[in-house]
Antibody, heavy 119, light 106 residues
Framework: HLQLQESGSGLVKPSQTLSLSCAVSGGSIRSGGYSWSWIRQPPGKGLEWIGYIYNSGTTYYNPSLKSRLTVSLDKSKNEISLKVSSVTAADTAVYFC???????????WGQGTLVTVSS | DIQMTQSPSSLSASVGDRVTITCRASQTISNYLNWYQQRPGTAPKLLIFSASTLESGVPLRFSGGGSGTDFTLTISSLQPEDFATYYCQQSFNAPITFGQGTRLEL
């Protein structure tokens, strides 16, 4: 049974870099046919797709965030990472990692981790 | 970007009711439309993909329809565990976008 677990800094100061990891268990991120994604949800609001990465390392980012994003794979740890630079209060959200199946549906999700941007 | 608009934004209903949520895309997306359920404090759960295909393990009271720009999610007989927020999502092209959500309340 596939499980995803986010971890990382829960409080980040404005202008700094947000760093999160997503540990995958019960399956390998090297598995063909899937990619991995980050999605975020500001408190009380809707879902925003951040970007995804194929097991080849190819990435696709939301243009609204692209200049500040880095998504990468650590195959030795079976983890996906996210970095968002130059954060502001608008980046405060619950961040989810998810497996992407097919043409872009999210079939397994982590439980999410809240990141607050505040001085 | 493709804009996804759900209606209504919130909906009050009772156990046993039949409810329908609609989702409209700002341009045609064929059947690249997925539906998720999110209960408070939890991650979204995939219910339906490709507009009308039920994800494994999802109860048969859920159904989806539509193609092009207009889509529906129907719950045939509401159960207590169905009171949650529902999101549509298009996967026709990047960036992937979600509707704003429909909150289903008792």
């Amino acid at each position: 049974h596939l499980q995803l677990q986010e971890s990382g800094s829960g409080l980040v100061k404005p202008s700094q870099t947000l760093s999160l990891s997503c540990a995958v268990s019960g399956g390998s991120i090297r598995s063909g046919g899937y990619s991995w994604s980050w999605i975020r949800q500001p408190p009380g609001k809707g879902l925003e797709w951040i970007g995804y990465i194929y097991n080849s390392g190819t990435t696709y980012y939301n243009p609204s965030l692209k200049s500040r994003l880095t998504v990468s794979l650590d195959k030795s740890k079976n983890e996906i990472s996210l970095k968002v630079s130059s954060v502001t209060a608008a980046d405060t959200a619950v961040y989810f990692c998810a497996r992407v199946r097919g043409s872009g549906l999210f079939d397994y999700w982590g439980q999410g981790t809240l990141v607050t941007v505040s001085s | 970007d493709i804009q996804m608009t759900q209606s209504p934004s919130s909906l009050s209903a009772s156990v046993g009711d039949r409810v329908t949520i609609t989702c409209r895309a700002s341009q045609t997306i064929s059947n690249y439309l997925n539906w998720y359920q999110q209960r408070p404090g939890t991650a979204p759960k995939l219910l339906i993909f490709s507009a009308s295909t039920l994800e494994s393990g999802v109860p048969l009271r859920f159904s989806g329809g539509g193609s092009g720009t207009d889509f529906t999610l129907t719950i045939s007989s509401l159960q207590p565990e169905d009171f949650a927020t529902y999101y549509c999502q298009q996967s026709f092209n990047a960036p992937i976008t979600f509707g704003q959500g429909t909150r289903l309340e008792l």
